[in-house]
């Protein structure tokens, strides 16, 4: 059949079509307010109550309510006063006295005192969630004791040197007003979990506006706000905080670029790559204690056998993974202890890619011919899996390893790595404060096998003891001597694959400025201004 | 008529007790704790048991479904894991984002599906059907992110002509009375968020209608094609007849069927959210809300979301065979 298109449709309508396509209006660069930040995150934030959060989504929202008792200077890990002015330590590390700041207030007009600090912390045990179940490790419902209205007392159970990391950064130890708790506290629920679960009440820079769940969380500045320091949560710049769930990284780039939000956060590395070339847009690298490694399940055959790990470490293209799933912007792991760690070593020994090695411990194992195994890995957990999976299985090939790969939502990985129904597994880890007791009794110890996410299944005795003596040195320079002993052995042993320490970019309107990223991960917006 | 009613709506009653011990059953055995991914690496065994009792989860399975059928009888969905907000507040908020989405894109697909399948089959083999039926291999076969990835390049980048994401522009205030922001900017006389809520939608509406639109321009065009043979229809044009009176009257009354059997599936498929278009569009709906529940496991969300979804999708087919009565009186509802 003829397609016969008529004259004025040709002449007309055709170039008009493209022509508005082409010259139309083009970019037309939406603009925020001056004295609004408007964030893009595809994470949304679970929950505002201290008491209640599960995961590090949750801390974004509490960052910008809440202060702390202590905190961490800036980027830094240096723990500096926030709520408390100053501090003094027993001479055995159990007790800490902590003067608080006069003069706070709660955003709905009370007073922060020691009152309002006990009130927390015995709803916090009591409600006896994710929170309680760290402090639960070093502290109980007695710790926490009133001298008088600006002191407070906190006595550790089972002390450990890193107590005051673990308020800044690990637990964090955050102040909802009691007045404002207590009017929600009812018969059917006497913590005001559900109120306070997408409500609150803190001392920080900015208040809670508007909760719009999974969609925009609007926080506004507050007025009666004490000023914070130079280091920490310094009085803010901006009137009000948009925060906006945008799922698709995708569109969340297309809105950096258009202007409709001033900053994007996890964007994939490929973005990152083309925005940091985009004019209007600058990214900020931040490094983060976030690592990518390999788990191998060291009880079951033939990983049990420390020669096939080892032979696994040296037949991975540890470079090209960095390359290609990171855009070469991640640095090597050195055992478990990361960049910024106690005990930190950038000498220790790194497994890299010899297959003659590889394969030479496949032979001393018995197993030159290879066999099949399986890795599991969860691209809801990290979205760079996809591709490390697949590169994964053509590195294993080649020293006969056959590998088939198991995609799995989270839940149902955990789940079967608990069990240890499993041979090899893709997994991250992020540390919000610099404990080098997580950093091994989390990946060392025989009493985090299984239901406490050790999924390494590797138990050393030497290790062992090292770790359990780690947790009640407070002698600064016995504890680098043990952690690197720790670290020699799970590296020697090739208990993980250690891959890499991810860093964390934040993409930027290019006017926006001070934006604080800390490697806790934790994004302190309030220093934040836009150049005008 | 009211007997037919009454019989539908009792029969949803076995459908639900079906579909919920399905669902219950199924993500009960699923291999997964979301006590444990809720408490995170440092809990203890005491604190998992203690959250496992305080939630009922270490009730047997028919006991605990038990609890559950009691608790909906009463209204109650139970309580998220994760948010702690309930179920009912909840579905509250995610539905009417979803129902406006669903609405809009299936009035849509609906008006403009008749449409091209009417003048595509009385103009068949010409070019309209040709570019139409190219049309419709596209829209079938596009991936819908895909296509919504290329709309926002196209209509919010370059163009600039439509928003990029959610319900409304940031800063427009809608007093929330059903939570159908189109509803309640007309119930408060809001025209600004009315505009606003009417633009964001649509380039979410189209994305999602593109499939659904190819499809009922299909059915409509085969549908029309076999009725307008018909003798009947040859009769009233030799009687003079006109032709738009032919086409309404007779043409359109007959062939309209199928596309409302396909439209009641359709939209009962898409009340239960539309996670892609969703995602993609930053729209805050059902499906969004159920991918994050069973990602995390999170029992009675997904056993709520189910509960509604049965409920929607059987009035979807409900309002089908009504309908049918009303086009075609000659059916009878029995």
Not at chain 1, 138 to 161: C, G, H, I, M
Not at chain 2, 262 to 273: D, E, T
Request: hydrophobic fraction near 45%; charge should be neutral.
């Amino acid at each position: 059949m003829k397609l016969a298109l008529p004259e004025w449709f040709k002449g007309v309508i055709l170039p008009l079509a493209f022509g508005l396509i082409l010259f139309g209006p083009g970019w037309s660069a939406a603009k925020t307010p001056d004295n609004e930040l408007v964030v893009g995150s595809p994470s949304a934030i679970e929950t505002m109550d201290p008491a209640q959060h599960m995961s590090i989504g949750s801390f974004k929202g509490e960052n910008f309510v809440f202060n702390n008792i202590v905190g961490y200077a800036k980027e830094s890990a240096k723990v500096v006063p926030e709520l408390a002015e100053s501090w003094t330590m027993s001479p055995d590390g159990k007790v800490i006295t902590f003067k608080l700041r006069r003069g706070v207030k709660f955003q709905d007009g009370t007073p922060f005192n020691a009152a309002a600090v006990k009130f927390n912390w015995d709803r916090m045990l009591k409600a006896n969630l994710s929170p309680a179940g760290k402090y639960k490790t070093y502290a109980d419902e007695n710790s926490v004791e009133v001298v008088d209205d600006y002191t407070v007392r906190f006595r550790q159970t089972d002390p450990t040197p890193v107590v005051l990391d673990y308020f800044a950064g690990g637990a964090k130890f955050y102040f909802n007003s009691p007045t404002y708790v207590q009017q929600y506290m009812k018969s059917d629920d006497p913590l005001a979990l559900k109120w306070m679960a997408t409500h609150a009440c803190g001392t920080g820079p900015y208040e809670l506006a508007e909760w719009e769940p999974d969609s925009k969380y609007v926080f506004k500045k507050f007025a009666g706000y004490w000023g914070g320091t130079p280091e920490v949560k310094p009085a803010p710049k901006f009137e009000r905080i948009t925060y906006k769930i945008v799922k698709d990284p995708s569109a969340l780039r297309m809105m950096l670029e258009k202007g409709d939000i001033d900053v994007a956060e996890k964007l994939p590395a490929d973005a990152i790559d083309q925005l940091s070339k985009t004019p209007g847009v600058k990214v900020k690298m931040a490094d983060i204690w976030k690592m990518v490694f390999l788990i191998m399940n060291c009880q079951k055959a033939p990983f049990d056998n420390v020669k096939v790990r080892q032979a696994v470490s040296y037949a991975i293209n540890y470079d090209e993974l960095i390359k290609h799933v990171e855009k070469g912007r991640a640095k090597r792991l050195s055992g478990t202890m990361m960049e910024g760690f106690p005990g930190y070593d950038p000498n220790l020994f790194k497994y890299n890619l010899d297959l003659d090695k590889a394969k030479q411990l496949m032979k001393e194992a018995g197993l030159e011919n290879g066999f099949k195994t399986t890795l599991l890995y969860s691209a809801d957990r990290y979205m760079g899996f996809e591709l490390m999976s697949v590169m994964i299985q053509s590195y294993l090939k080649k020293i006969g390893i056959d590998v088939s790969l198991q995609k799995m939502a989270w839940p149902t990985q955990v789940e079967t790595m608990k069990k240890g129904a499993f041979e090899m597994a893709l997994q991250t880890w992020t540390a919000n404060y610099p404990d080098p007791v997580e950093q091994t009794f989390f990946f060392f110890h025989p009493e985090t096998f299984g239901l406490r996410w050790n999924w390494s299944y590797w138990k050393n005795d030497r290790a062992t003891t090292l770790i359990d003596g780690l947790m009640k040195e407070f002698d600064n320079g016995k504890r680098v001597a043990m952690i690197k002993e720790i670290q020699k052995l799970g590296v020697d042993n090739a208990v993980y694959g250690y891959f890499y320490q991810v860093p964390h970019a934040i993409a930027m309107r290019d006017n926006v400025e001070d934006v604080w990223f800390h490697p806790g991960v934790d994004w302190i917006p309030s220093p934040a201004y836009k150049k005008k | 008529m009211p007997a037919f009613l009454l019989k539908r709506i009792l029969l949803l009653i076995p459908s639900l007790i079906g579909v919920t011990v399905m669902v219950f059953v199924i993500s009960h055995v699923v291999p997964a704790d979301p006590v444990g991914i809720a408490l995170g690496p440092e809990a203890t065994q005491e604190q998992i048991n203690a959250m496992r009792e305080a939630w009922g989860l270490n009730q047997p399975l028919y006991v605990q479904y038990g609890i559950f059928l009691r608790n909906l009888v009463q209204g109650n969905l139970g309580y998220s894991l994760v948010s702690k907000r309930a179920v009912t507040e909840e579905l509250g908020y995610y539905f009417p984002a979803t129902f406006e989405l669903t609405t809009a894109s299936m009035i849509l697909s609906i008006l403009l599906g008749i449409f091209i399948g009417i003048v595509s089959a009385v103009y068949r083999n010409r070019l309209f059907d040709h570019l139409t039926r190219t049309y419709c291999v596209f829209g079938i076969s596009m991936p819908v992110f895909w296509l919504g990835l290329l709309l926002l390049l196209l209509f919010y980048v370059k163009l600039g002509w439509l928003p990029g994401g959610g319900r409304i522009a940031d800063g427009i205030q809608v007093e929330r009375i059903s939570g159908f922001l189109i509803l309640d900017s007309l119930l408060t006389g809001n025209w600004e968020a009315l505009g606003s809520a009417l633009l964001h939608l649509v380039l979410p509406a189209f994305c999602l209608s593109s499939s659904f639109l190819a499809t009922i321009s299909r059915i409509a065009r085969s549908s029309v094609l076999q009725v307008i043979r018909e003798d009947y229809v040859r009769t009233a044009r030799a009687k003079g007849v006109p032709e738009f009176l032919v086409m309404s009257k007779h043409v359109l009354r007959n062939s309209i069927l199928p596309v409302i059997t396909i439209s009641g599936i359709l939209y009962g498929q898409l009340l239960g959210g539309a996670v892609l278009t969703e995602t993609i569009f930053s729209w805050p709906g059902m499906g969004r809300y159920v991918v994050r529940s069973i990602l995390h496991l999170d029992f009675e969300p997904i056993l709520g979301f189910t509960v509604l979804v049965a409920i929607l999708y059987a009035l979807a087919n409900l309002m089908v065979d009504l309908l049918y009565s009303v086009v075609n009186p000659q059916i009878r509802l029995e």
